[in-house]
């Protein structure tokens, strides 16, 4: 499957909103499906310079592009915890399973490793999300603990696991 992966750009927010309240994804991304696109055209509008996302793109036979996937990075502001970043992607669900989250992952992690120079990358996914948490595995993510009832699903309060990449760049951790 062709598909390319871009910075999001102004315009996106009807994709972007078409994923997030898709069956197959909302579920599992904290999305509800009453999201409304001026909602996301408004969050691309102030996205600040912590905050990094991508998109992955498929252009039909007339060159019109569709939005498969969007995976985002956002640096933490506070000055303690700026070596550390929240994570979160989702994927069409017509497009689940085909290489794109992979891809989507790569982006990110690229630019935190590279570019940013991250220590710390989190995120937190349902404890049942399989395909999910093996994607995270594959990236070099560690399970750190669950969160107890800590967010809803379908008239559930459901678990989610906090999961974690840690990289020191050689760096010790001692204080002087
Ligand atoms: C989770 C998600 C982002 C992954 O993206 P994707 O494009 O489907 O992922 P990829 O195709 O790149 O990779 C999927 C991997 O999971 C594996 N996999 C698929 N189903 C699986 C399952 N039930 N259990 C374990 N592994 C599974 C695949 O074999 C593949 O692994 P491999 O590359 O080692 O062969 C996507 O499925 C999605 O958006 N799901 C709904 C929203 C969501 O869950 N977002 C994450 C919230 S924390």
Known sequence: MDFFIRPVQAGD?????????????????LGIPSERID???KYLANLDQN???????????????????????????????RH???????????????????????????LADNWLMLV?????????????????EKFGFEKEGVKRLAAIRNGKYDDVLMMARLKTYGISNTAN
């Open 84 to 110: 550390s970043a929240g994570l979160g992607i989702m994927v069409h669900k017509d497009y689940q399973n085909q290489g794109v989250g992979s891809e989507l992952l790569k982006a990110l992690l690229d």
């Open 51 to 81: 905050t990094h996302e991508f998109v992955a793109v498929s252009k039909n036979e007339a060159g019109e592009e569709k939005i498969i996937g969007v995976a985002g990075l956002t640096v933490y502001a506070n000055h303690r915890l």
């Open 120 to 136: 710390r990358v989190e995120l937190t996914v349902f404890t049942d999300n399989e395909r999910a948490i093996h994607l995270y």
């Open 13 to 29: 927010g009807k994709g972007i909103n078409e994923l997030r309240r898709m069956p197959g994804v909302f579920e599992n991304i």
């Open 39 to 41: 909602y996301n055209e």
